[in-house]
């Protein structure tokens, strides 16, 4: 079973609707990170989540981080075609001086104009 | 922040061929790391390219599948040998550019497909 597990692995939302990505962990979450990956580009670095409860905004994308739940939401408000990509979770499970990163399963967002 | 360039961006390879990827850095970086993302599943580390020396690899990645060269700092090539259809997958160089996750940057990736 995967460490991570995004839900749902697919959305279609039509433009200007709000929508949420769930993240959950198999174990302890220290922190979390939101990438964005579009067809052919290179992964985004959206977002870091590093203590419990804590909440960050960048534009119209917000993630919370809830410790307990082992669990992450990123939500988009007012969804745009810009936002179409596929949005992957990430948590750090690295040692030695370097980080190691393990992904979710990914979520495969398309706006509808 | 780096700049990472990948080659190819994208091909089709015929089955037990082989196709050697390149990552090329715009400055020099301690960590170079080689992942893949088969269709459906989520991206999963394939090994850390070392500078001079060996890569380490892992849990399931094995060095005669997955060859890997760091030759200085700022270069690095995945060889994908005796290619299958169940290596069809998109292959994304990564470095590390200080500490913390913010820091690490990813490649365009490597779309490849075998047929």
Request: with cysteine; net charge neutral.
């Amino acid at each position: 079973s995967q460490e991570l597990e995004q839900s749902p692995q697919s959305l279609i939302v039509q433009e200007g609707k709000n929508l949420t990505i769930n993240c959950t962990s198999s174990k302890t979450l220290y922190g979390l990170y939101w990438y964005k990956q579009k067809y052919g580009e290179g992964l985004i670095f959206l977002m870091m989540l590093q203590k419990g409860g804590e909440e960050k905004s960048h534009e119209k994308i917000t993630a919370k981080l809830d410790e307990k739940k082992q669990q992450s939401s990123l939500h988009i408000t007012a969804s745009q075609p810009s936002h179409a990509g596929i949005y992957l979770c990430g948590a750090d499970r690295g040692s030695g001086g370097y980080q190691k990163v393990t992904f979710g399963t990914g979520t495969k967002l398309q706006v509808i104009p | 922040s780096a700049v990472i360039s990948q080659k190819p961006s994208r091909d089709i390879c015929q089955r037990g061929t082989s196709l050697t990827i390149q990552c090329q850095v715009d400055s020099q970086v301690t960590m170079m790391f080689w992942y893949r993302q088969q269709p459906g599943q989520s991206l999963t580390l394939i090994a850390t390219a070392n500078q001079g020396s060996e890569a380490t690899y892992e849990s399931g990645f094995v060095i005669d599948k997955f060859p890997i060269s760091r030759p200085n700092l700022t270069f690095s090539t995945l060889t994908v040998s005796n290619m299958s259809p169940e290596d069809s997958s998109i292959y994304l160089c990564s470095v590390q550019g200080g500490t913390g996750l913010d820091t690490i940057y990813f490649g365009e990736g490597s779309w490849l497909t075998v047929v």
